[in-house]
């Protein structure tokens, strides 16, 4: 009865991700600017300014000396528990990334700009809404109608479904999957058939 909201990306890596632009962004670049932009299949933060002090992306994968190339904002963050310790910031993203499941985050430099890219879950279907991430039963029925030759009603799919859930859990599930677009009802009443949009 309780709603868990489950974030694509996890909070906590993406957080570090937007303190380590504040702390490395170079802003003597009056132009430059810290950028958050989500895309349908990443979320990108872009921060004005190279790597500085030698540092190379693949070396911010493990663990290395931290020189801020702003040490007065660095210093406010740690003291307010944004960032717990220099040098590890990346590390964390990466091993969060890696915990919540998803890819670890690309780290990329270009046109003098640092880009810190997450991609999501491979477990997340695509559709013309926002991508949403589905359960273990609405994965079932979507692979139930997929593989049917023809539409089907609610008691056949249970039929194909592990776990044999109750039809009216089936038709709870039906509904939530036509509110994401992936699953239509053909028909009307005791004839009516669902197929998946998604074929």
Known sequence: MLRIDEPMYPPLATREALANALCHRDYAHGGG?????IYDDRLEIT???????GIKPEDL???????PWNPLIARTFYR???????????V??????IAAGLPRPEIEERRNTVIVRFRP??????????YVVLSELQKEILEALDSANSPLAPSEIVLQLS?????RQVQYNL???KDMGLVALIGQGRGSRWTNLQK
């Not at 600017?33 to 932009?37: N, Q, R």
């Open 61 to 67: 994968y493990l663990p290395h000396d931290s020189n």
């Open 163 to 167: 776990g044999k859930p109750s039809v």
């Open 175 to 177: 509904k939530i999957l």
């Open 33 to 37: 600017s810290i950028g958050l932009a």
């Open 47 to 53: 921060s004005t300014g190279p790597l500085h002090f």
């Open 121 to 130: 879950s491979q477990n997340i279907i695509k559709h013309e809404y926002p």
């Open 92 to 97: 964390k993203i990466a091993n969060l990334t």
């Open 80 to 90: 307010r528990g944004v960032i717990e310790e220099w040098g590890s910031g990346t």
